[in-house]
Protein backbone atom coordinates (compact mmCIF):
# COMPACT_ATOMS: atom_id res chain seq x y z
CA UNK A 1 0.00 0.00 0.00
CA UNK A 2 1.44 3.37 -1.14
CA UNK A 3 1.78 6.21 1.80
CA UNK A 4 -0.63 8.36 -0.01
CA UNK A 5 -3.26 5.52 0.38
CA UNK A 6 -1.90 4.94 3.92
CA UNK A 7 -2.94 8.65 4.54
CA UNK A 8 -6.30 8.54 2.93
CA UNK A 9 -7.19 6.01 5.01
CA UNK A 10 -5.86 7.68 8.24
CA UNK A 11 -7.73 10.63 7.60
CA UNK A 12 -11.26 8.63 6.71
CA UNK A 13 -10.88 7.14 10.18
CA UNK A 14 -10.68 10.49 11.86
CA UNK A 15 -13.10 11.69 14.30
CA UNK A 16 -14.37 15.69 13.76
CA UNK A 17 -12.48 16.26 17.02
CA UNK A 18 -9.23 14.69 15.48
CA UNK A 19 -10.02 16.50 12.51
CA UNK A 20 -9.81 19.95 14.17
CA UNK A 21 -6.66 18.98 15.56
CA UNK A 22 -4.70 17.22 13.01
CA UNK A 23 -2.21 18.61 10.72
CA UNK A 24 -4.64 18.26 8.26
CA UNK A 25 -6.62 21.65 8.22
CA UNK A 26 -10.32 21.55 8.07
CA UNK A 27 -9.81 24.33 5.75
CA UNK A 28 -7.52 22.42 3.13
CA UNK A 29 -9.79 19.90 2.80
CA UNK A 30 -13.01 22.57 2.26
CA UNK A 31 -10.58 24.11 -0.04
CA UNK A 32 -9.59 21.29 -2.04
CA UNK A 33 -13.89 20.34 -2.05
CA UNK A 34 -14.64 23.46 -3.52
CA UNK A 35 -12.44 22.65 -6.05
CA UNK A 36 -13.57 19.69 -6.96
CA UNK A 37 -17.04 21.21 -6.94
CA UNK A 38 -16.23 23.71 -9.40
CA UNK A 39 -14.24 21.55 -11.73
CA UNK A 40 -17.71 19.14 -11.86
CA UNK A 41 -19.62 22.66 -12.33
CA UNK A 42 -17.26 23.02 -15.26
CA UNK A 43 -18.27 19.24 -17.27
CA UNK A 44 -20.87 18.84 -19.87
CA UNK A 45 -23.08 16.55 -17.82
CA UNK A 46 -23.71 19.58 -15.13
CA UNK A 47 -24.20 22.30 -17.80
CA UNK A 48 -26.85 19.90 -19.72
CA UNK A 49 -28.31 19.41 -16.09
CA UNK A 50 -28.79 23.55 -15.56
CA UNK A 51 -30.02 23.39 -19.06
CA UNK A 52 -32.62 20.69 -18.82
CA UNK A 53 -34.01 22.95 -15.45
CA UNK A 54 -34.24 25.96 -17.35
CA UNK A 55 -35.83 24.96 -20.53
CA UNK A 56 -38.47 22.58 -18.10
CA UNK A 57 -39.17 25.65 -16.20
CA UNK A 58 -40.32 27.73 -19.86
CA UNK A 59 -41.80 25.12 -21.60
CA UNK A 60 -45.47 25.97 -21.50
CA UNK A 61 -46.46 22.28 -22.04
CA UNK A 62 -44.46 20.96 -19.67
CA UNK A 63 -45.31 23.17 -17.10
CA UNK A 64 -48.93 22.61 -17.89
CA UNK A 65 -48.75 18.99 -17.39
CA UNK A 66 -47.27 19.98 -14.12
CA UNK A 67 -50.05 22.11 -12.52
CA UNK A 68 -52.42 19.36 -14.06
CA UNK A 69 -50.62 17.28 -12.44
CA UNK A 70 -50.72 18.89 -8.96
CA UNK A 71 -54.12 19.69 -9.16
CA UNK A 72 -55.16 16.24 -9.36
CA UNK A 73 -52.75 15.63 -6.33
CA UNK A 74 -54.58 18.02 -4.14
CA UNK A 75 -57.85 17.20 -5.01
CA UNK A 76 -57.34 13.24 -4.64
CA UNK A 77 -55.36 14.50 -1.36
CA UNK A 78 -54.23 11.99 1.35
CA UNK A 79 -55.97 9.27 -0.81
CA UNK A 80 -53.66 9.26 -3.67
CA UNK A 81 -50.80 9.38 -0.95
CA UNK A 82 -52.35 6.18 0.96
CA UNK A 83 -53.21 4.35 -1.98
CA UNK A 84 -56.80 4.56 -1.26
CA UNK A 85 -58.29 5.66 -5.17
CA UNK A 86 -60.98 4.55 -7.19
CA UNK A 87 -60.12 2.93 -10.77
CA UNK A 88 -61.11 5.51 -12.59
CA UNK A 89 -59.10 7.95 -10.09
CA UNK A 90 -56.10 5.69 -10.84
CA UNK A 91 -56.34 6.33 -14.42
CA UNK A 92 -56.61 9.27 -14.49
CA UNK A 93 -53.37 10.04 -12.09
CA UNK A 94 -51.49 7.59 -14.52
CA UNK A 95 -52.39 8.96 -17.35
CA UNK A 96 -51.57 12.84 -16.37
CA UNK A 97 -48.12 11.47 -15.13
CA UNK A 98 -47.27 10.03 -18.48
CA UNK A 99 -48.17 13.22 -19.98
CA UNK A 100 -46.07 14.37 -18.30
CA UNK A 101 -43.44 11.74 -18.68
CA UNK A 102 -44.09 12.17 -22.45
CA UNK A 103 -42.75 16.08 -22.83
CA UNK A 104 -39.26 15.87 -24.67
CA UNK A 105 -38.40 18.66 -21.39
CA UNK A 106 -38.89 16.53 -18.99
CA UNK A 107 -37.21 13.54 -20.71
CA UNK A 108 -34.44 15.23 -21.26
CA UNK A 109 -34.25 16.33 -17.83
CA UNK A 110 -34.25 12.94 -16.87
CA UNK A 111 -31.30 12.29 -18.97
CA UNK A 112 -29.29 14.75 -18.22
CA UNK A 113 -29.84 13.29 -13.85
CA UNK A 114 -28.92 9.93 -15.50
CA UNK A 115 -26.22 11.23 -16.81
CA UNK A 116 -24.42 13.22 -13.81
CA UNK A 117 -25.18 10.40 -11.67
CA UNK A 118 -22.99 8.45 -13.77
CA UNK A 119 -20.45 11.06 -13.93
CA UNK A 120 -20.64 11.91 -9.66
CA UNK A 121 -20.45 7.66 -9.50
CA UNK A 122 -17.16 7.98 -11.34
CA UNK A 123 -15.55 10.76 -9.60
CA UNK A 124 -16.90 9.06 -6.27
CA UNK A 125 -14.76 5.81 -7.01
CA UNK A 126 -11.84 7.95 -8.26
CA UNK A 127 -11.78 9.61 -4.68
CA UNK A 128 -12.17 6.41 -3.24
CA UNK A 129 -9.44 4.88 -5.15
CA UNK A 130 -7.09 8.07 -4.39
CA UNK A 131 -7.82 7.91 -1.12
CA UNK A 132 -6.67 4.01 -0.79
CA UNK A 133 -10.76 3.10 0.52
CA UNK A 134 -11.15 -0.24 0.24
CA UNK A 135 -15.03 -1.78 1.10
CA UNK A 136 -15.99 -5.20 1.14
CA UNK A 137 -17.82 -6.46 -2.27
CA UNK A 138 -15.55 -3.25 -4.59
CA UNK A 139 -18.07 -0.73 -3.25
CA UNK A 140 -19.15 1.33 -0.76
CA UNK A 141 -23.02 2.19 -2.17
Request: with cysteine; charged share 20%.
Amino acid sequence: MSDRARSGRKILAMTPTDVATSTIAPTSVRDAANRFAEALASTDAFLRLETAQDTLLHDEAAQGAVAQLQELHQQLGWRARAGALTEVEQARLAELEQTLSDQPAVRELEAAQLQIQEEAGAAAAVLVEAAGVGFPGGGCC
